[in-house]
């Protein structure tokens, strides 16, 4: 179980346009939604917002503490300005920690194949995440496949061969491919060897070149002797 992250939280008047103000001030715009709970805007600290979601990934459980009252979330979207690289806003979904939520979590390829060096070979990827069931409490950062077993071309890992974390129920279809060694395609160029008795095309062109001169000398001496 990771340590409880915790992000302070007001609530907020500002809407529309006038959203730029809190943003020169440092603070990102958000808003807070869920079951059997309004929509509520609010506004969170810009650099503690960014460190923290830099840190955790797209299924971690986050606490929203708005005005003193703890709110259990996960991030549901995140707006960037992909210019000056900065977070912009973010929508937080409030779960409850009694009902099973359906969410997706990503899958972490770790390790590495023999068959990589030994067999020349590549390891694609399947699917990159997978849609779980569970308590919010129970809900993994990240599901972890471990390739080191994958020594041959065509050894592979479909989802039914991982084990599902503790309290935790996969949903996406158990013949998923996850991971698969093929072999490496080797890009083949092809040399067009001359046929024989053919002569190189520009040889012609340099001899004919040649001779044509020389004609046009003996031309030349030709006409003077005949003068």
């Known amino acids: 179980m990771m340590e409880k992250v915790i ?3 007001t609530k907020r008047s500002v809407t529309g ?3 730029e103000n809190l943003r020169r001030e440092g603070k990102l715009p958000a808003v807070l939604y869920g079951h059997n709970f309004d929509p509520q805007p609010i506004t969170l ?3 503690e917002v960014t460190n923290t979601l830099n840190k955790l990934s797209s299924s971690s459980l986050v606490t929203i503490d708005l005005n003193g009252i703890e709110h259990s979330v996960l ?3 995140k707006q960037r300005d992909y210019i000056k690289n900065v977070l912009i806003h973010v929508d937080f979904q409030k779960v409850s920690l009694t009902e099973k939520l359906r969410t997706e979590v990503n899958i972490d390829l770790i390790g590495e194949s023999s068959s990589v060096k030994d067999l020349n070979a590549l390891v694609v990827s399947g699917i990159d995440s997978v849609e779980v069931e ?3 409490q129970d809900l993994p950062e990240k599901i972890t496949v471990d390739i080191s077993n994958l020594m041959k071309i065509g050894d592979a890992i479909y989802l039914k061969d991982i084990i599902a974390p503790q309290n935790v129920t996969f949903l996406t279809d158990p013949e998923e491919l996850v991971a698969v060694i093929q072999v490496v ?3 083949v160029v092809e040399v067009v060897a001359p046929v024989e008795g053919e002569t190189i095309e520009t040889e012609p062109e340099v001899i004919e070149k040649g001779k ?6 003996e031309e030349s001496e030709e006409k003077g002797k005949e003068k």
Request: proline share 4%.
């Open 134 to 136: 569970c308590f919010p």
């Open 45 to 47: 600290d810009l650099r």
């Open 7 to 9: 992000l302070k939280a």
């Open 75 to 77: 991030v549901r979207e």
């Open 212 to 217: 044509k001169e020389e004609e046009e000398g």
């Open 17 to 19: 346009k006038h959203v």
């Open 185 to 187: 395609k080797e890009e």
